[in-house]
């Protein structure tokens, strides 16, 4: 059975989905996306997503296409019409379709799309196994704290990343390390996670919050502060968290092992913290 999609107020199946050639979106990437977890076929993090679609589309100006009780049924429908057990729902709002000007156009209603996606959360080899992380120069705008469509600078991180047959990039600027392409980056160093503080450099990850919330409960330090190359390649661990990885160890950055080259135990116990509350969460 054909998937099913959802655009601007309809249920359709994926090949008779269809947005115009004007969307703002299509034209200018004048839009705004969200990535929501589904465990157990339930939507997981639901207040935080919700809060970040909301400030993402709050700073670009962009107004919410439905109320956030229909855009939550809509994320429910799609999960429940494609019996979505475990993976993603992806969802993209746009300003809406005009005559291309770069000016905001007058009276146009925004538009949205989304749809699901089946992937491993729970269960994945890289989590199990960890990934490498290869590094590049940060080359992205400087409202990274906006979730943004503008992605073409981590479309060609995460390119690259692929080339060397790595599972992601470590975006680089003045020697400090300010994120994954499509992950928080994180390190461990005698018993302490480091992590980024949250600026328009860096996108507030949704993950990134839970897990200082659920770091504070377990007891173990967290230091929100930038750090260096030369410190990951220092540290006891490594580890990105995303939507998609929710949690995933780094074993070597740029071909250098991290720690024993092994995921470690701060990482594999939070980890486990973040699987517990998910399946809590959604009841399971």
């Given at each position: 059975?054909s998937r099913?999609?959802y655009v ?7 090949e008779?989905a269809r947005v115009s050639?004007f969307?703002r ?9 969200e990535v ?12 935080y997503f919700l ?8 700073e670009?100006g962009?107004a919410?296409?439905?109320s956030?009780?229909e855009?939550?049924e ?5 999960v429940?019409?494609n019996s979505?057990?475990?993976g993603i729902?992806y ?5 809406g ?6 000016t905001?156009?007058a009276?146009t209603?925004s538009s949205?799309?989304?749809f699901?996606?089946v992937?491993p959360l729970?269960?994945?080899?890289s989590?199990?196994?960890?990934i ?7 080359i ?7 979730k943004s469509?503008?992605l073409l ?6 390119q690259?990343a ?8 470590w975006?680089i600027e003045?020697?400090?390390?300010t994120?994954?392409a ?8 005698e018993?302490?996670v480091?992590t980024?503080?949250?600026s ?6 949704i993950r990134r919050r839970?897990?200082l ?28 968290s995303s939507a998609t990885?929710?949690?995933h160890?780094?074993i070597?950055?740029d071909?250098n092992r991290?720690?024993d080259g092994?995921?470690g135990p701060?990482?594999?116990?939070l980890r486990?913290?973040?699987?517990d509350h998910m399946l809590e969460?959604v009841?399971?």
């Open positions: 059975m099913i999609v601007n107020g309809e249920y359709v199946p994926e008779e050639i969307d979106g299509f034209v200018f990437g004048d839009g705004v996306y929501v977890p589904v465990i157990r076929g339930r939507l997981a993090d639901r207040d809060q970040r679609l909301t400030r993402s589309l709050d670009l962009i919410w296409p439905c956030e009780a855009y939550q809509v994320l429910e429908q799609l429940a019409r979505l057990g475990e729902v969802t993209q709002v746009t300003r379709a005009s005559d291309r000007q770069f905001f156009p009276n209603p949205m799309a989304a699901t996606q992937m729970l269960e994945n080899p989590a199990a196994n960890g490498t992380v290869v590094t590049t120069s940060e992205r705008w400087l409202r990274r704290d906006i469509l503008n600078a981590q479309v060609l991180a995460k690259y692929a080339d060397q047959g790595a599972g992601e990039a975006m003045d020697g400090l390390v994120e994954g499509s992950s928080t980056a994180y390190i461990v160093m018993g302490k480091i980024r503080p949250l328009n450099r860096v996108l507030p990850g839970r897990l919330e659920l770091a504070a409960e377990a007891g173990i330090a967290f230091e929100e502060r930038p750090f260096s190359l030369a410190e990951a390649l220092a540290a006891d661990e490594a580890f990105v990885t929710i949690l160890p780094v070597s950055i071909g991290v720690g092994k995921p701060l990482t594999r116990k486990g913290l973040y699987i969460e009841g399971a």
